[in-house]
């Protein structure tokens, strides 16, 4: 799933957040969530994460572009080196049928390469909506070399309404910790910028002839819902 770039420039932030103060859109629904930034038509806000010190990150956006070929990019994890960087290796790992399970490696600049493998649901709770949920696990994730840092957390939720049959307000949410000994206030500064640059990587993918004309799968039951609901608020 999506990843920090580690070192982004701390002026970016700085510039962001002062133009926030004009312009912050309303935000979720309390929850203690602060306004980042809004640039390529992506909110960001972010708040703080019990038991950790690297922020929790939310980002909203709607974009021209159809749910069915935005979840199809979702869903081709094992392609993600090829348009979510940093993401350089995505391996699918035997499941328990719960899900599916990965293995990740990405490559941020100046830091040490990251590893890590998660679970990830892809479900389509209703005709209208469609969830990528994933979390990281670590009893058993074994590194393709030693050289490689585990990262400490990882774990978020994609949800994408359709709006229209080429409209879709997309939503993400997720804590990301890359462990190790990166300054957190680098963390949480390069994360915020990124989440744009995420964004940005999802919609580029779309419009690419293999996902533009996918078909959604049925409606199912949603398994996770509960934490599907608690990650994502869903506004009235």
């Known amino acids: 799933m999506p ?13 962001t957040a002062a133009l926030a103060e004009d312009s ?4 979720p629904s309390d929850g203690g969530w602060q306004f980042a930034s809004e640039r390529a038509g992506v909110s960001v806000w972010f708040r703080r994460f019990a038991a950790s010190s690297v922020n929790e990150v939310r980002g909203e956006a709607v974009f021209d572009v159809s749910a069915e070929a935005l979840f199809a990019v979702l869903g081709d994890i094992e392609s993600y080196a090829q348009f979510m960087p940093p993401t350089s290796l995505s391996r699918r790992l035997p499941s328990d049928g719960s899900g599916k399970s990965y293995y990740i490696e990405i490559d941020p600049p100046v830091v040490s390469r990251r590893y890590y493998c998660m679970d990830v649901n892809l479900v389509r709770p209703r005709g209208d909506v469609f969830v990528s949920e994933w979390r990281m696990w ?4 074994v590194p393709r070399k ?3 840092v585990p990262m ?19 939503e993400f949410q997720a804590h990301m910790d890359p462990g190790g000994q990166i300054p957190t206030w680098m963390v949480n500064r390069a994360t915020l910028s990124q989440i744009t640059d995420t ?16 078909v959604a799968p049925a409606p199912v039951a ?13 506004k009235n």
């Open 138 to 141: 670590s009893a058993g994730c």
């Open 3 to 15: 990843h920090v770039k580690f070192a982004a420039s701390a002026l970016l932030f700085v510039a």
């Open 222 to 234: 949603d398994p996770n819902g509960e934490l599907v609901r608690s990650l994502v608020p869903v």
């Open 199 to 214: 964004f940005g990587s999802l919609r580029r993918a779309a419009l690419l002839p293999r996902y533009a004309s996918a």
């Open 24 to 27: 912050s859109p309303a935000l």
């Open 152 to 170: 400490r957390d990882n774990h978020g939720v994609w949800r994408l309404s359709a709006l229209s049959p080429t409209r879709t307000r997309i």
């Open 146 to 148: 030693t050289s490689l």
